[in-house]
């Protein structure tokens, strides 16, 4: 366990970088950042935190720590909550982006589709289970094209709304690649939706963000809204 609580710590990088704080700044500025604090912990000690508080709730719960399967569990949803799931709080983790000049003169629509993610639902804590889609138009700048599925992962690495994480993707896309047009749709099952609550074990919510021509003209967003 040791390790891996190093590891917590050693596997961040301590300067942000050059895109990392572009797009900080860009979320910023359009007021799509996630609501966050800056409570001056580091990796380390939200882990620690994040463990006591976890072996609380499931002594709360009844449940008997001694056991061996359960043991660890406090320790597992530490690690997961800082390493994994909720990752994507810390800009440190930010992918590494290549971005390259449109010497080529690209100017027809990049789109990928089907990229799958799974979130976390901020209200319950529990999974969203999603696929998303995104276009550029290119201008100046073209994008590697696992970066795309690079950038949904990590803002997908944190408590989401749908409707904010559909925006965020747009938002950082816009900033890395100098332009406007850049489209995202997310179609999402909630499992507070499905597993709890209203127990709807067959709807999904499809949400879109849409940016300038992608808005502007009707024959792009068509494009963009078509089916592959
Ligand atoms: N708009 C939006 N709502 C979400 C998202 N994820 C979960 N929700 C909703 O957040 C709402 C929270 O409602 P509350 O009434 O405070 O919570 P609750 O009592 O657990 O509600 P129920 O889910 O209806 O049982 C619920 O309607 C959820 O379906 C999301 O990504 N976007
Ligand atoms: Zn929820």
């Not at 040791?2 to 050693?10: G, M, Q, S, V």
């Not at 010497?103 to 999974?127: A, G, L, P, R, W």
Request: net charge neutral.
């Amino acid at each position: 366990m040791k390790a891996e609580i190093a590891e917590l710590t050693n596997s961040t990088p301590i300067i942000l970088s050059k895109e990392a704080q572009l797009v900080r700044d860009a979320l910023i500025k359009s007021g799509l950042e996630t609501p966050m604090i800056d409570n001056g912990l580091s990796t380390e000690e939200k882990y620690t935190r994040i463990k006591s508080a976890f072996t609380d709730v499931v002594e709360t719960l009844g449940l008997d720590l001694t056991d061996d399967s359960l043991a660890e569990t406090p320790h597992r949803i530490a690690k997961m909550y800082v390493k994994e799931i909720f990752s994507g709080l810390d800009y440190k983790q930010f992918p590494k982006i290549t971005v390259i000049e449109n010497k080529m003169k690209v100017d027809e629509m990049v789109k990928v589709s089907d990229i799958s993610f799974t979130s976390t639902c901020e209200h319950h804590f529990v999974t969203i289970d999603g696929l998303a889609k995104v276009a550029y138009l290119p201008k100046s700048k073209i994008i590697g094209l696992s970066k795309i599925n690079r950038i949904v992962r990590f803002f997908a690495q944190r408590p989401q709304v749908q409707e904010r994480l559909t925006q965020q993707i747009l938002v950082t896309l816009q900033a890395l690649l100098e332009t406007d047009n850049v489209a995202v749709s997310i179609s999402a099952v909630h499992f507070c939706v499905k597993a709890r609550g209203v127990m709807d074990a067959s709807s999904s919510t499809q949400t879109t963000a849409l940016g300038g021509l992608f808005k502007r003209s009707d024959k792009t967003r068509g494009e963009f809204l078509a089916r592959s």
